[in-house]
T-cell receptor
Framework: GAGVSQTPSNKVTEKGKYVELRCDPISGHTALYWYRQSLGQGPEFLIYFQGTGAADDSGLPNDRFFAVRPEGSVSTLKIQRTERGDSAVYLC???????????????FGEGSRLTVL | AQSVTQLGSHVSVSEGALVLLRCNYSSSVPPYLFWYVQYPNQGLQLLLKYTSAATLVKGINGFEAEFKKSETSFHLTKPSAHMSDAAEYFCAVTRMDSSYKLIFGSGTRLLVRP
């Protein structure tokens, strides 16, 4: 597709349930990022993939959160035993480069809004 | 540690008036600085970026920002607001040695009055 695609756009779940959020980056972009945006806040970094591997997962809040990118393209963010505090918009972004000499522009998807009841 | 402060969660201007959105950063190392815009029901879009070249940076849609190291500021301006500029604007900073990790401010919602 032309841009970063995220599904579902909206997800309502009950506390304690398992949730998967999917991101399809721009074709050819090797770098993929997940951010979380809580109400009234700016996006917060969660994890960054270069290819198939997680190069930096320092932003994941706890071990209930996990993300994969098995073939270096589509990524899935997985949240176990969801809590009400997990309610937020989860943003995915991709970029061609993360080179220091060529700070890669991040292209963001529209986000997946997660509501935990 | 790095941080970004955006003064004013909401800014309202008349159409045709000057737009000024404030951003101050804190960084112990030379930063890269960015402004992103989020239109309703759309993803974040890069407006402009500072990466240690010219301190006055021009972006899309007539926006520009000036990096002032002495003031640790990177304010966003546009001489004449248009109705289509109504959106939420985010300032962000990264470290040069980890430029993939954006630290965002809390955002400023720009309202443009006819």
């Amino acid at each position: 597709g032309a841009g970063v695609s995220q599904t579902p756009s909206n997800k309502v779940t009950e506390k304690g349930k398992y949730v998967e959020l999917r991101c399809d980056p721009i074709s050819g972009h090797t770098a993929l990022y997940w951010y979380r945006q809580s109400l009234g806040q700016g996006p917060e970094f969660l994890i960054y993939f270069q290819g198939t591997g997680a190069a930096d997962d320092s932003g994941l809040p706890n071990d209930r959160f996990f993300a994969v990118r098995p073939e270096g393209s589509v990524s899935t963010l997985k949240i176990q035993r969801t809590e009400r505090g997990d309610s937020a918009v989860y943003l995915c972004a991709s970029s061609l480069s993360t080179s220091q000499r060529d700070t890669g522009e991040l292209f963001f998807g529209e986000g997946s809004r997660l509501t935990v009841l | 540690a790095q941080s970004v402060t955006q003064l004013g969660s909401h800014v309202s201007v008349s159409e045709g008036a000057l737009v000024l959105l404030r951003c101050n950063y804190s960084s112990s190392v030379p930063p890269y600085l960015f402004w992103y815009v989020q239109y309703p029901n759309q993803g974040l879009q890069l407006l402009l970026k500072y990466t240690s070249a010219a301190t006055l940076v021009k972006g899309i849609n007539g926006f520009e920002a000036e990096f002032k190291k002495s003031e640790t500021s990177f304010h966003l301006t546009k001489p004449s607001a248009h109705m289509s500029d109504a959106a939420e604007y985010f300032c962000a900073v990264t470290r040069m040695d980890s430029s993939y990790k954006l630290i965002f401010g809390s955002g400023t919602r720009l309202l443009v009055r006819p």
